[in-house]
Antibody, heavy 120, light 110 residues
Framework: EVQLLESGGGLVQPGGSLRLSCAAS????????MSWVRQAPGKGLEWVST????????YYADSVKGRFTISRDNSKNTLYLQMNSLRAADTAVYYCAKYSLGVTTFFDYWGQGTLVTVSS | QSALTQPRSVSGSPGQSVTISCTGTSSDVGGYNYVSWYQQHPGKAPKLMIY???KRPSGVPDRFSGSKSVNTASLTISGLQAEDEADYYC??????????FGGGTKLTVL
C-alpha cells in the first residue's frame, strides 16, 4: 500500500526557514517523480515543485523560485522541501504527491499534508 | 501560471447529472491532453478521479467521466450520490514540467 507521510510543518516568522519531509513507502521510491502541492486556508490547490526520480531535475512555480528547494534521498525513501525567506502568502497545507509511473502530468497518490503558518 | 477557471459551486439532486467546467488557454488545457480531476472532501487529501482528460483510475465509478473541447475541460458526474459532495479541482499540464490547477468547485448534493 502506498503511503506518504509529511512532517516538519509549524509556525515560523516571516523571513524564516522551514524544512518539510515526506516519508514514502509501498512503492519503489526512486522510480517515481514527486511533487509538493500546497493549499492556502480556504483556497485552491497550487503546484509548488517537482523532482525527477533520480533527483537530477527539479522544477518550481514562479511564486517560490529562488526561495524553495526540492530534494530527495532515495536511500531513505524521503522527499524534502527546504523553504527559505518565508512570507505570509506561503501559509498553507503542504501536500507531498506521487506521480504515476513515467509521467509528470498527474498524481495518483497524495499524503495527508502538513500545515505551515507564516506569522509574526 | 494563471489558475484555470472553474465555477465556484454547482449543485444537483441525487440521481441527477452535473458538469463542472475548467477553462484554460492554448498553453495549458488546449495545448495538451493532460487534464486531470481531483476530488477533495473536507480535511482530506485530494483523490484522483480522472487523468489524461477522460481516463478513469481503477476503483473510480464509471459515473465519473471527463472530456475536453479546445480550451475547456469538463467533468461530468452522473447518478449523483450523497458521497459525491466534495470540492473538485481540475489540473492541466502547462509545459516545461509545470502544472496549473483550477480554483476548485464545491459540489452540493441537494
Amino acid at each position: 500500500e502506498v503511503q506518504l507521510l509529511e512532517s516538519g510543518g509549524g509556525l515560523v516568522q516571516p523571513g524564516g526557514s522551514l524544512r518539510l519531509s515526506c516519508a514514502a513507502s509501498g512503492f519503489i521510491f526512486s522510480t517515481y517523480a514527486m511533487s509538493w502541492v500546497r493549499q492556502a486556508p480556504g483556497k485552491g490547490l497550487e503546484w509548488v515543485s517537482t523532482i525527477s526520480g533520480s533527483g537530477a531535475s527539479t522544477y518550481y512555480a514562479d511564486s517560490v523560485k529562488g526561495r524553495f528547494t526540492i530534494s530527495r534521498d532515495n536511500s531513505k525513501n524521503t522527499l524534502y522541501l527546504q523553504m527559505n525567506s518565508l512570507r505570509a502568502a506561503d501559509t498553507a497545507v503542504y501536500y507531498c504527491a506521487k506521480y504515476s509511473l513515467g509521467v509528470t502530468t498527474f498524481f495518483d497518490y497524495w499524503g495527508q499534508g502538513t500545515l505551515v503558518t507564516v506569522s509574526s | 501560471q494563471s489558475a484555470l477557471t472553474q465555477p465556484r459551486s454547482v449543485s444537483g439532486s441525487p440521481g441527477q447529472s452535473v458538469t463542472i467546467s475548467c477553462t484554460g488557454t492554448s498553453s495549458d488545457v488546449g495545448g495538451y491532453n493532460y487534464v486531470s480531476w481531483y476530488q477533495q472532501h473536507p480535511g482530506k487529501a485530494p483523490k484522483l478521479m480522472i487523468y489524461d482528460v477522460s481516463k478513469r483510475p481503477s476503483g473510480v465509478p464509471d459515473r465519473f467521466s471527463g472530456s475536453k473541447s479546445v480550451n475547456t475541460a469538463s467533468l461530468t458526474i452522473s447518478g449523483l450520490q450523497a458521497e459525491d459532495e466534495a470540492d473538485y479541482y481540475c489540473c492541466s499540464y502547462a509545459g516545461s514540467y509545470t502544472l496549473v490547477f483550477g480554483g476548485g468547485t464545491k459540489l452540493t448534493v441537494l
